[in-house]
């Protein structure tokens, strides 16, 4: 990381000093929470986790390598330096916003309710094309990880693509405040954290905090399809950026070519030219994620050639939309979250696919007093577009059955075809016609033991669930199967 002394950190969270003072001038040579990853010269931050008190590691990680400690304990008469402070997690977000801000780097801060990581993918692909470019890593967007992040820009860095998450009122304004992002990029506003945030109306005002510690010469980039952004008109007085499918819009595609499991081909137009992509990533959503990028690049300064090789340059993550192709099946690895609009784009991507389609679907977390209807939605809409085996794991998804079963009945009462009864008792499970089958099992293990009955070879599998699900398991099975 760039040079920055203990003097200088110890100013910068208010801490105070306990050491040989000729030490105060050494500089360290990263930041570091997690004891297994100090080096020579490290300044490692005690937290207080819910599993471990990083106050037990001090020791050892001065054995270790480490310059400094920051702690929130009176550590006595030790023989190394450290800095008292009142909450480490307040140094550590203290330190971060002031090596932050003492970098010559363009941030990049994303947010919205849907499609963060995917969309921070995107951008990171198309600006890597010209510049030397660091992303957020993993789930790395919030309080903690997000320091933790900024921590890891080097001299080499031009620009840090950074997502932001948050769940309550608040946070976004912290999360500026150490990114002090240049370009502010929102996908949506969802029904994500409405356990905390209530609403939309709540969703967009906790998301737009983000603008209050922006640069005043950047860039507001928002999707103009969204109700709740087109047309937003954020108090500092930025004039938004828009992009979206409208051709209205500044930045907008056109010949739209839906390629199925293979992507999508697509015309992006600029306000001063036009091209044309592949986009390898299977889902319309992608389509805005390459024009959130396509606005985010022509703001850098990028030409139409370099967007396009960073367009096509997109390889998904694990749990993103990653297409995992086995010798018995084709996997759709979507596991890593889940709200109610992202698990509609997912089963509209494996409605795209030509052999039967199966969903494999579970709980929905922080939706609020609504999540039963919300689950029983997406239940219905699963049946609604023709998904052939829709299998939902976990106690919320009890009423995505529910629903699924409810808009089975309607088909009926219709005069369609599509859908059967819910099957929960694997003796049930051959039963009924070639139409949508539903099933429910209460947890992954139940599953499981039904499984050889529920699938085929050559089935394409969504696989989707909010994380705590921990549906990375049922990846694991389907890939050796």
């Not at 015309?267 to 805005?288: E, K, L, Q, R």
């Not at 699924?404 to 009924?432: F, L, M, P, S, W």
């Amino acid at each position: 990381m760039k040079h920055m002394t203990l003097r200088e950190i110890t100013a910068a969270c208010g801490g105070t000093y306990f050491g040989d003072v000729e030490h105060e001038a050494k500089e360290v040579s990263s930041v570091v929470i997690d004891s297994r990853k100090v080096e020579k010269d490290s300044l490692f931050i005690a937290i207080r986790g819910a599993r471990a008190d990083g106050h037990t590691f001090i020791p050892q990680t001065i054995k270790d390598g480490a310059l400094c400690a920051v702690s929130e304990e009176d550590l006595g008469a030790v023989s190394h330096p450290y800095i008292l402070v009142d909450s480490c997690e307040q140094a550590l977000k203290d330190i971060a916003e002031h090596y932050r801000r003492s970098l010559d780097i363009k941030v990049v801060g994303i947010s919205g309710s849907v499609g963060k990581t995917s969309t921070k993918e995107m951008i990171a692909s198309v600006l890597s094309q010209k510049y030397n470019v660091l992303k957020t890593a993993g789930n790395f967007n919030n309080e903690i990880g997000l320091p933790l992040t900024i921590f890891n820009i080097r001299e080499e860095h031009e620009i840090a693509v950074l997502e932001m998450g948050i769940s309550h009122f608040g946070e976004m304004t912290r999360l500026a405040k150490i990114a002090r992002p240049d370009i502010c990029v929102i996908t949506n506003i969802g029904y994500a954290h409405m356990e905390n945030l209530k609403n939309r109306d709540g969703i967009l005002k906790a998301k737009t905090e983000m603008f209050a510690y922006m640069n005043p010469e950047g860039y507001i980039i928002l999707n103009g399809d969204d109700d709740k952004l087109a047309g937003y008109a954020p108090e500092n007085k930025v004039e938004p950026t828009y992009f979206g499918l409208d051709e209205a819009r500044p930045f907008h595609a056109l010949h739209i070519e839906d390629r199925g499991m293979r992507g999508t081909m697509v015309t992006f137009v600029t306000p001063d030219s036009s091209f044309t992509a592949h986009i390898s990533v299977p889902g319309g959503h992608m389509v805005h994620n390459a024009l959130a990028a396509t606005a985010v690049g022509y703001a850098l300064g990028m030409t139409d050639r370099q967007i396009k090789a960073g367009i096509e340059a997109l390889v998904p993550l694990a749990g993103r939309g990653r297409l995992v192709e086995t010798e018995k099946f084709a996997i759709i690895d979507d596991c890593y979250n889940a709200n109610p609009a992202s698990m509609k784009s997912s089963l509209d991507v494996l409605a795209k696919a030509e052999e039967r389609k199966v969903a494999i679907l579970g709980d929905m977390f922080e939706l609020g007093e609504n999540e039963i209807n919300l689950h029983h939605e997406i239940g219905a809409y699963a049946v609604e577009i023709g998904i052939d085996v829709l299998v939902c794991i976990g106690s919320l998804s009890k009423h995505m059955a529910a629903g699924a079963e409810k808009a089975v009945t309607q088909n009926k009462h219709d005069g369609k075809t599509r859908g059967n009864a819910i099957y929960t008792q694997k003796a049930d499970i051959d039963a009924g016609s070639s139409d949508t089958k539903i099933f429910y099992f209460e947890d992954k293990a139940e599953f499981f033991a039904g499984l050889d009955q529920i699938l085929k070879a050559k089935d394409t599998i969504l696989v989707k669930a909010s994380h705590g699900m921990e549906f990375t398991e049922i990846i694991d099975v389907l890939e050796k199967h």
